[in-house]
């Protein structure tokens, strides 16, 4: 069983920077993958990155590639979401995911465990 817990939303100005944090428990966080995906108002969830087991392989969703980095300390427990240059459209609850994987893994549904999200406001 894995409990997670984010901080660190807020609300700031376009191309603004903000580190989401993700707080895992259980003394098995690195035999997981962890993601982060984000749902907007109205609109379903979508992934945003996701990062395996050791930090060494990293994916991103096209609509932030370059603008975000994910990344984790095995030794803290914790997966990071560091978001530069932020844009209107990055509004969203934001949710910490881990799936039992060893690899990187994207998808949803291959996610076991989720957190309550934080919310990310960035105004124009």
């Known amino acids: 069983q894995v409990q997670l817990v984010e901080s660190g939303g807020g609300v700031v100005q376009a191309g603004d920077s903000l580190r989401l944090s993700c707080a895992a428990s259980g003394r098995t966080f690195n035999t997981y993958a962890m993601g982060w995906f984000r749902q907007a108002p109205g609109k379903a969830r979508e992934f945003v990155a996701a990062i395996n087991w050791s930090g060494g392989s990293t994916i991103y969703a096209d609509s932030v590639n370059g603008r975000f980095t994910i990344s984790r300390d095995n030794a803290k427990n914790t997966v990071y979401l560091q978001m530069n240059s932020l844009k209107p459209e990055d509004t969203a609850v934001y949710y910490c995911?881990?799936?039992?994987?060893?690899?990187?893994?994207?998808?949803?549904?291959?996610?076991?465990?989720w957190g309550q999200g934080t919310q990310v406001t960035v105004s124009s």
């Open positions: 995911a881990a799936g039992a994987s060893y690899r990187t893994i994207s998808s949803e549904n291959r996610f076991d465990y």
